[in-house]
């Protein structure tokens, strides 16, 4: 068996057109922390549970990893550069002077999601260079908009209404 090349790799998968969601949950010291995933799904309707893959080399995912609940929130076509900000490295802190609702669970999501899952952490399993969280959801919640902010093939893309 031939060894796969990792950009390889990564520009074939890359062909799969994703959704975009900010996984938000807090320190244990209260502050609220996020992080921009792609490798997101849903796993079962009852019990209803998610999955989310998680870097081994970003820092604040042991901090999700560790935290007693997270949030979930879909991203709307117009959240780019809110994507953008929770993609940087460092430690996800949210920007200043925003405002961002909090869920039941205590958790800020971000404000026009189309859609934002609120969880606990019902497992964590190895996946080679990430880790893979499933969670259980608590509450779930339906935004407004029907256009999705997506990432393909290295970029962000938007639905064509064609």
Do not use: W
């Not at 958790?107 to 969670?135: K, N, S």
């Not at 779930?140 to 962000?156: H, T």
């Amino acid at each position: 068996m031939s060894a796969i090349d990792e950009r390889t790799f990564r520009n074939v998968t890359g062909r799969f057109a994703t959704g975009i969601c900010v996984l938000s949950a807090r320190h244990a010291d209260g502050f609220p922390i996020g992080m921009t995933v792609n490798s997101f799904s849903s796993v079962s309707l009852n019990p209803p549970l998610v999955l989310v893959c998680l870097s081994k080399e970003v820092r604040r995912a042991e901090v999700i990893l560790g935290a007693p609940a997270f949030n979930l929130s879909i991203l709307a076509g117009d959240h780019q550069e809110l994507s953008g900000h929770f993609a940087r490295h460092g430690m996800g802190e949210f920007p200043e002077g925003a405002d961002f609702p909090l869920g039941v669970n205590g958790v800020p999501f971000m404000p026009g999601a189309l859609a934002v899952l609120e969880c606990t952490p019902e497992a964590r399993l190895p996946g080679g260079d990430h880790d893979i969280l499933l969670g259980r959801v608590t509450t779930l919640s339906e935004g407004e908009g029907d256009d999705p902010l997506l990432y393909f093939a290295g970029g962000y893309r938007r639905l064509s209404r064609d």
